[in-house]
């Protein structure tokens, strides 16, 4: 057995155990934690097949945003989770025929995948033989496709920009933060000495 | 190299300084903001219209400059242009005028020049999604009115499902054709089409017909112009629409040239039901906005007749159809931007009641227009019309010919319902005075309709020789 084949049955395995145990383990935090472990996991069968720029981003993505994201939903958001995991056997035929058509499809893509593997002589960007993945994937992005890159740049752009115009509101009577104005008060504008005669209250003084 | 591209350069760096702008200046600069985008839509169209001729290609293949891209780019520049000339004054008046409308003007445009110019399926799904995200927020611009909120969401979620039933049918060309180009497309597509490139086509065609607004896919079209700020209304009914053509004209004739049959097809039922949907739709509408509705889907049908011919003539005839559209649909919003009595918009066809008694100049110009968008000669309108029915004919297509002279004299009566109350109905309340440039908007649209007959040949010219050059492009 070389390395590579211990460490693929160590983070297969991992994998595995982790995925089964995010759908069954009964505290949700606990989920989301068997889901970090199943992704880091499968970014280590990425280092496997060579793929280190999947591998990094699947840690730096999903690891580094989307799990937790999902750790803020689970902790901010009273989900009642018994509860959601309630008719569990009433919607079993329908999971298991979704499950099903899942194994169909996947079936197919793997074995049309066998028969040709080169995607039947059709591939819009060729793997290039000699090159790093990431020097790769900079190659397609940011030359060849330098043009749509920078125009998905303007769509992003163009949702920043709609969702302010839509959703920002300067409402007039809303007392905000004016730190300017803040810096520059003064002692004499700011505090009034009052002489407040014994007995007699605030009130008097005024 | 980068010449080729000198329009969007302009307008991508434009919209990033009137952004920075507005951002430091705040709402007091909503005003600079929109002068300066009128600036640098005009650069672009100075560019646009200055470039070297001939084809280039651009960006392996995603981006290509010819003829018929720099006419059909020069016309959206020109909605634009004259949709902010129209807006500036009448946000202002309702305290709409944020700078961010003219940026997303801007944007919208930029993203209908990527679309115009696009050679490659991802490339016009960029522009398209770029150009109508744009739009969706424009159309809920005035947030405070339900309508208008309405109008967005309705635009949005249906845009949203035409997004996708364009980008199901663009995974189904790579997956037969193998390719994203539209000359590798057109390459592969020798012999008999396999029907999984039929069904692409057809969910490709739907996409754009969701943004054309043409039969079947029109639902939104009424709803969202009532809705929307009629200056926004305006730019809908104008730029957009020729973006969506042009890329529709493109696509076929150089993507699928080899299987113009099945293509045509589509385009001929489309046409015919948007001719006739546009004719007996507007027939009961009192919005004079809804029935602007009604009328452009009804002129997107007269405009894919000469689609639906298949041939360099047709393409030259919707080129033509196009031009003279949007100065008809630019100088009727003019006027319907200017229905206001005592500073509040009305947009019903019962405000204009006695209009020429009130207001001669405004009656006159938007008879004018109604007369050419119902197609009566010597107006621009009839021979927008006769250009796409001679194609059709030479193409062999009489009984869509007769059908659509038909859908014509069906239209004709709302057109001249609305010269009827204003010539001869009881005068109501005078519109208040409207700006010098709403005035001239019209009164220039006025004329342009009136004179084309006298000096077509320039506009005549330049449409021939971009038909032909894209037609060209194709056939090897």
Same mark, same amino acid.
């Given at each position: 057995?070389?390395?590579?084949?211990?460490?693929?049955?160590?983070?297969?395995?991992?994998?595995?155990?982790?995925?089964?145990?995010?759908?069954?383990?009964? *505290?949700?935090? !606990?989920?989301?934690?068997? #889901?970090?472990?199943?992704?880091? $996991?499968?970014?280590?069968?990425?280092?496997?097949?060579?793929?280190?720029?999947? $591998?990094?981003?699947?840690?730096?993505?999903?690891?580094g945003a989307v799990a937790v994201l999902f750790l803020f939903v689970v902790m901010m958001l009273d989900v009642d989770f018994a509860e959601l995991k309630q008719g569990f056997l +009433?919607? #079993?035929?329908?999971?298991?025929?979704?499950?099903?058509? &899942?194994?169909?499809?996947?079936?197919?893509? &793997?074995?049309?995948?066998?028969?040709?593997?080169?995607?039947?002589? !059709?591939? +819009?960007?060729?793997?290039?033989? $000699?090159?790093? *993945?990431?020097?790769? #994937?900079?190659?397609?992005?940011?030359t060849r496709y330098f043009y749509l890159f920078q125009a998905a740049g303007f769509v992003l752009l163009t949702a920043m920009v709609g969702a302010i115009v839509l959703t920002l509101h300067h409402k007039p009577g809303v007392k905000r933060q004016n730190i300017a104005a803040q810096n520059a008060r003064t002692r004499a504008g700011a505090i009034d000495i009052v002489k407040v005669p014994s007995g007699r209250g605030l009130e008097a003084a005024e | 190299m980068i010449g080729h591209a000198l329009p969007e350069f302009i307008l991508a760096l434009g919209i990033l300084a009137m952004?920075?702008?507005?951002?430091? %200046? %705040?709402?007091?600069? @909503?005003? /600079?903001?929109?002068?300066? @985008?009128?600036?640098v839509l005009g650069l672009a169209l100075v560019a646009c219209l200055f470039q070297p001729s001939g084809a280039t290609v651009l960006f392996n293949g995603l981006l290509v400059d010819d003829a018929f891209g720099?006419?059909? =780019?020069?016309?959206?520049?020109?909605?634009?242009?004259?949709?902010?000339?129209?807006?500036?004054?009448?946000?202002?008046?309702?305290?709409?005028d944020q700078y961010e409308f003219p940026v997303l003007v801007c944007l919208a445009t930029l993203g209908m020049m990527i679309l115009i110019s696009a050679d490659n399926l991802m490339a016009l799904y960029l522009g398209l999604e770029l150009m109508s995200l744009a739009l969706y927020v424009i159309a809920a611009y005035a947030r405070a009115d339900a309508r208008a909120s309405e109008a967005g969401l309705k635009y949005f979620v249906l845009g949203a499902l035409s997004s996708g039933? /364009?980008?199901?049918?663009?995974?189904?060309?790579?997956?037969?054709? %193998?390719?994203?180009?539209?000359?590798?497309?057109?390459?592969?597509?020798?012999?008999?089409?396999?029907?999984?490139?039929?069904?692409?086509?057809?969910?490709?065609?739907? %996409?754009?017909?969701? =943004?054309?607004?043409v039969v079947p896919f029109h639902m939104w079209t009424p709803d969202v112009y009532e809705g929307a700020p009629t200056p926004v209304t305006a730019f809908f009914a104008s730029a957009p629409k020729i973006a969506a053509i042009a890329i529709t004209l493109r696509l076929v004739s150089v993507a699928f040239p080899g299987i113009s049959g099945e293509w045509r097809q589509i385009i001929i039922f489309m046409s015919v039901a948007s001719m006739a949907l546009g004719a007996f739709g507007a027939i009961g509408q009192t919005n004079i906005k809804r029935l602007m509705a009604y009328s452009s889907i009804g002129h997107m049908g007269f405009a894919l007749v000469g689609l639906a011919a298949g041939t360099a003539q047709g393409v030259e005839g919707v080129m033509l159809y196009m031009t003279i559209y949007l100065v008809m649909t630019l100088g009727t919003f003019a006027a319907i931007i200017a229905m206001e009595i005592k500073g509040q918009a009305v947009e019903n066809i019962a405000d204009l009641a006695g209009l020429s008694s009130t207001n001669f100049p405004m009656a006159f110009f938007l008879a004018m227009m109604m007369f050419s968008l119902a197609g009566i000669p010597p107006l621009a309108g009839f021979f927008a019309k006769w250009y796409v029915f001679v194609a059709a004919i030479h193409a062999g297509l009489y009984v869509m010919a007769v059908l659509g002279v038909l859908a014509s004299a069906v239209a004709a009566f709302y057109y001249l319902r609305i010269v009827k109350v204003m010539f001869f109905d009881a005068a109501g309340a005078s519109f208040d005075r409207a700006s010098l440039t709403l005035r001239s908007l019209l009164a220039g649209a006025g004329v342009l309709v009136m004179v084309f007959w006298v000096w077509p040949g320039p506009v005549v010219a330049v449409t021939h020789h971009a038909a032909r050059a894209l037609m060209q492009g194709q056939k090897p």
């Open positions: 057995m070389t390395p590579a084949v211990v460490f693929f049955y160590i983070f297969a395995s991992v994998l595995c155990l982790a995925a089964f145990m995010v759908i069954t383990a009964r *505290n949700p935090v !606990h989920s989301v934690m068997f #889901l970090i472990l199943a992704f880091v $996991a499968s970014s280590g069968l990425f280092l496997l097949i060579g793929a280190e720029f999947l $591998a990094m981003l699947l840690v730096v993505v999903y690891v +009433q919607y #079993l035929p329908i999971g298991a025929l979704i499950g099903g058509l &899942v194994v169909i499809e996947l079936v197919l893509v &793997v074995g049309g995948f066998i028969a040709t593997p080169s995607g039947g002589g !059709h591939v +819009q960007t060729p793997t290039p033989a $000699a090159a790093s *993945n990431v020097m790769a #994937l900079g190659e397609v992005l940011y | 952004l920075l702008l507005g951002a430091l %200046g %705040g709402e007091k600069r @909503a005003w /600079l903001v929109t002068e300066l @985008a009128i600036g720099r006419f059909m =780019k020069a016309l959206s520049l020109v909605g634009s242009i004259a949709t902010l000339l129209m807006a500036m004054a009448w946000f202002r008046r309702r305290g709409l039933l /364009l980008l199901y049918g663009a995974s189904l060309i790579y997956g037969f054709a %193998g390719t994203l180009g539209f000359a590798g497309i057109a390459a592969e597509l020798q012999g008999p089409a396999s029907l999984g490139i039929i069904f692409g086509l057809t969910f490709l065609m739907a %996409g754009l017909a969701f =943004k054309m607004s």
